[in-house]
């Protein structure tokens, strides 16, 4: 037998036996952990995993979502390091918010070097906005009238100091070249009470996401100046331009994605890396997908570990200049 047909046959092996222990890390009693109350982003983030999976065949049996509150992630991040950090039945909901508390080192000693990141599956977007019956019509406008009176902006959003909203606001302060430490923040309590205090008035400005205000824009209510994305969204905001396009290098995707143990196996993660790429080529996980009102975004394995990392490093680097 020649060595060139000897290593054919091995190369055959290996590669079978590649494809058996992916099969066979398939788990039994898959579980995806949210780390926060029922009804929230990672809420969303598991039943969109939980079903997608299930109704593409990824997985045989349904999904089990539990839920872990406190730290907005961070109990969770700390359970599953901790306690679960070979399990290879279980992912975790994450989001770029998870991203911007590590780089606040909010999620105790531990980095985002402490799992490993499994992939993204949706995202919303940020936007700014302003009353309809607001002077400003463009991104343009707004900056220059902010650049102008800086004092006179207030500026809401679902969220504290700090808060992936607080962020979209102090890069709206810094297009304006002011400074974000000196940025009238008023911290409301999600987007409904944003959307309040921008119809009665009370502030000017409303930093959110375009899933959550797509649908006030649409009716009249407000007016979404620019949203904060590389291209134009499709449907309702397709004739609602990127921020880049009127003139800043704005962008702000809210992904939603997983990660998984530290220790966990390369065979189980490779295997939903997978069984996600396969779910997310079909029609019906696009279905699923803008139901929970998100838009296409994909990115897995070493492309999402590096993605999570570099939003890290770009965070706390917003955060230092906003004297966070």
């Known amino acids: 037998m020649s060595n060139s047909l000897i290593k054919a046959i091995l190369g055959a092996a290996v590669a079978a036996f590649a494809f058996a222990a992916s099969a066979n890390a398939e788990p039994a009693k898959p579980e995806c952990l949210a780390g926060a109350k029922p009804g929230g982003g990672f809420d969303l983030t598991c039943r969109l995993a939980a079903d997608a999976l299930l109704k593409t065949k990824q997985i045989?049996?349904?999904?089990?979502?539990?839920?872990?509150?406190?730290?907005?992630?961070?109990?969770a991040y700390n359970h599953v390091i901790?306690?679960?950090?070979?399990?290879?039945?279980?992912?975790?909901?994450?989001?770029s918010g998870s991203a911007l508390l590590l780089a606040q080192g909010k999620f105790g000693h531990y980095d985002e070097n402490a799992v490993r990141w499994l992939g993204a599956i949706g995202a919303d977007y940020g936007v700014l906005v302003v009353a309809a019956d607001?002077?400003?019509k463009t991104l343009k406008d707004l900056v220059e009238a902010y650049k102008a009176n800086p004092a006179d902006f207030a500026i809401a959003g679902g969220g504290a100091v700090g808060s992936q909203d607080w962020m979209k606001g102090s890069l709206l302060a810094k297009a304006a070249g002011q400074d974000p430490k000196q940025m009238r923040y008023v911290a409301l309590e999600g987007g409904g009470a944003v959307l309040t205090?921008?119809?009665?008035?009370?502030?000017?400005?409303?930093?959110?996401?375009?899933?959550?205000?797509?649908?006030?824009?649409?009716?009249?209510k407000i007016r979404i100046l620019a949203v904060m994305a590389p291209e134009r969204l499709p449907g309702d905001l397709a004739n609602v331009p990127t921020a880049r396009e009127q003139g800043f290098d704005i962008d702000w995707p809210v992904w939603r994605g997983f990660y998984v143990g530290k220790e966990v196996s390369d065979a189980d993660y490779d295997w939903w890396v997978q069984a996600f790429k396969n779910a997310m080529?079909?029609?019906?996980?696009?279905?699923?997908?803008?139901?929970?009102?998100?838009?296409?975004?994909?990115?897995?394995g070493k492309d999402f570990d590096e993605r999570v990392k570099k939003d890290v490093a770009q965070f706390k680097i917003l955060a230092k200049e906003a004297g966070m």
């Open 60 to 75: 045989a049996a349904p999904m089990a979502v539990t839920y872990m509150e406190g730290g907005v992630g961070a109990v």
């Open 134 to 136: 607001a002077p400003y």
């Open 197 to 220: 205090a921008l119809e009665g008035g009370h502030v000017k400005v409303g930093s959110g996401d375009a899933a959550e205000m797509v649908k006030h824009h649409m009716a009249g």
């Open 82 to 95: 901790s306690k679960r950090s070979k399990d290879g039945s279980l992912i975790t909901a994450a989001s």
């Open 281 to 300: 080529a079909t029609p019906e996980f696009a279905k699923e997908r803008e139901a929970r009102g998100l838009f296409e975004f994909k990115s897995f």
